[in-house]
């Protein structure tokens, strides 16, 4: 594990909201949270079974996507890993909850045939304003980031700060007892005031069709679908335009509003995109642009002894007594299983608001010292390589994007550590699959404070 010392390399993400001038659009090359997935690769996208959750094989939706070039690599020049994950809070039950989510990672060569060569490149001048500063990549400045980010996203740290200051920022269950936001299965699940008056056998009529096929058009690009942003290969069967990547995101667009406007659109009345509703709302997570500094130094104090100096003085002060070194030994022993989750608190002191921790072949900021992935647990990559650690997903996301609930089951984890190819290979897919352990918090760390 890593030491609280060493954060060299370390990168943090943290949130800003996208305003009028943010683009997150593919051609910007974005990190993001939330939203439409940015995709790299525009042509082979992943399928919609690919895209499926493994426990209800319901369409998953974008958690987080971090674009991470490898720029001494030229097949991995462009290169973004994308995180996806379920919205049924079944999916997510504690102790496991891995097959809630899927990575994967998408990469192009500096000449490809989606973007200009110059595209991001290393010497374009306007490489600030077109395009995020490529994480792996602790060298570049980040002066002022601080005080930009805050500034621009004021509102929603003040509200974070002061739930931070009145309970443990990671019992999540503190956060919505007094906040009460809702979260996912608590949101306003018929999209609308049209849901009411929907029978459910008009939803089971409703008829997929098939887009067809582009085989002549090999530059052709897929059509999306309508709600997730995800690979659309269905379409309405009544209005044949706007297209869907499962029936169960046409049956939710439909409820939300597209019965009102597919007569129009069918007869060309209407544009696909001109419609006075958000096919999206109700499924997509809200969307905030990844911002990226490093990790500050911390600091200690010569001499300030640690804790488990503390911890050893106290218990050879208590060895004369039989009762007081059994008291001792408890002392010692939960002192030891909860050792990581007070590491993890302090470390991430200097920076609460820290949603993203980057750090390739570095090592993870762990909450517990249970669920730790053994070498094992993390499979090879299917080209025969290792896979290394490259960033996790912190617990205060959650509360940024309002998953935060009090009900049971509810979407939950301590950290999310995501793993991928050591060597970055190309295979024949344009979107590989790779690996995300989840550690849960343990329950002693959860137990409020006395």
Same mark, same amino acid.
């Given at each position: 594990?890593?030491?609280?010392?060493?954060?060299?390399?370390?990168?943090?993400?943290?949130?800003?909201?996208?305003?009028?001038?943010?683009?997150?659009?593919?051609?910007?090359?974005?990190?993001?949270?939330?939203?439409?997935?940015?995709w790299l690769e525009l042509q082979q996208l992943p399928s919609p079974e690919q895209l499926a959750c493994s426990v209800c094989k319901k369409p998953m939706v974008l958690l987080i996507q971090l674009y991470a070039p490898m720029r001494k690599c030229p097949p991995s020049y462009h290169r973004t890993v994308y995180v996806f994950m379920c919205r049924d809070r079944a999916c997510h039950q504690r102790g496991g909850g891995r097959q809630a989510f899927k990575v994967l990672r998408s990469q192009l060569p500096?000449?490809?045939?989606?973007?200009?060569?110059?595209?991001?490149?290393d010497s374009d001048s306007?490489?600030?304003?077109?395009?995020?500063?490529?994480?792996?990549?602790?060298?570049?400045?980040q002066t002022g980031g601080s005080a930009r980010r805050r500034e621009s996203n004021e509102d929603v740290l003040k509200e974070f700060r002061?739930?931070?200051?009145?309970?443990?920022p990671f019992d999540v269950q503190a956060f919505s007892a007094k906040k009460q936001t809702g979260g996912v299965g608590d949101e306003d699940d018929?999209?609308?005031?049209?849901?009411?008056?929907?029978?459910?056998?008009?939803?089971?009529?409703?008829?997929?069709?098939?887009?067809?096929?582009?085989?002549?058009?090999?530059?052709?690009? &897929?059509? =999306?679908? #309508?709600?997730? %942003?995800?690979?659309?290969?269905?379409?309405?069967?009544? @209005?044949?335009?706007? +297209?869907?990547?499962?029936?169960e995101h046409q049956r939710h667009d439909w409820r939300n509003g597209h019965q009102l406007f597919c007569a129009d659109i069918a007869g060309g009345k209407r544009a696909e995109a001109d419609v006075d509703y958000v096919p999206s709302r109700g499924v997509l997570l809200l969307e905030f642009e990844v911002v990226t500094e490093e990790e500050p130094e911390v600091v200690t104090s010569p001499a300030e002894k640690s804790e488990e100096e503390k911890m050893e003085d106290f218990y050879r002060f208590t060895r004369s007594s039989s009762q007081r070194k059994k008291v001792a030994e408890q002392a010692k022993s939960e002192h030891t299983t909860d050792k990581s989750f007070r590491a993890f608190k302090k470390r991430i002191a200097i920076e609460p608001e820290q949603v993203v921790r980057y750090h390739r072949s570095g090592d &993870?900021? =762990?909450? #517990?010292?249970? %669920?730790?992935?053994?070498?094992?647990?993390?499979?090879? @990559?299917?080209?025969? +390589?290792?896979?290394?650690f490259e960033f996790?997903?912190?617990?205060?996301?959650?509360?940024?994007?309002?998953?935060?609930?009090?009900?049971?089951?509810?979407?939950d984890w301590g950290t999310l550590l995501v793993y991928t190819c050591s060597n970055s290979c190309n295979t024949k897919s344009d979107y590989v699959e790779e690996f995300l352990w989840k550690q849960d918090f343990s329950d002693s760390s959860r137990k409020p404070a006395k």
């Open positions: 594990m890593e030491s609280a010392g060493n954060v060299k390399g370390v990168e943090l993400g943290f949130l800003e909201k996208p305003d009028a001038k943010t683009d997150l659009t593919s051609a910007h090359f974005p990190s993001k949270v939330g939203g439409k997935p940015a500096q000449k490809n045939e989606f973007y200009e060569f110059t595209a991001c490149s306007d490489l600030d304003s077109n395009c995020p500063e490529p994480l792996g990549n602790p060298s570049r400045s002061e739930q931070m200051a009145s309970s443990s018929s999209c609308g005031v049209l849901s009411s008056s929907i029978d459910d056998k008009m939803l089971d009529s409703l008829s997929f069709q098939m887009l067809p096929q582009q085989a002549s058009c090999d530059r052709c690009l &897929p059509t =999306l679908c #309508s709600v997730c %942003g995800a690979r659309g290969p269905k379409r309405c069967g009544k @209005c044949k335009k706007v +297209a869907y990547c499962s029936q &993870p900021l =762990l909450v #517990s010292e249970e %669920g730790i992935p053994l070498v094992s647990d993390i499979p090879m @990559c299917d080209c025969g +390589a290792a896979r290394v996790q997903v912190m617990p205060q996301l959650l509360y940024f994007l309002k998953l935060d609930t009090v009900s049971s089951p509810s979407i």
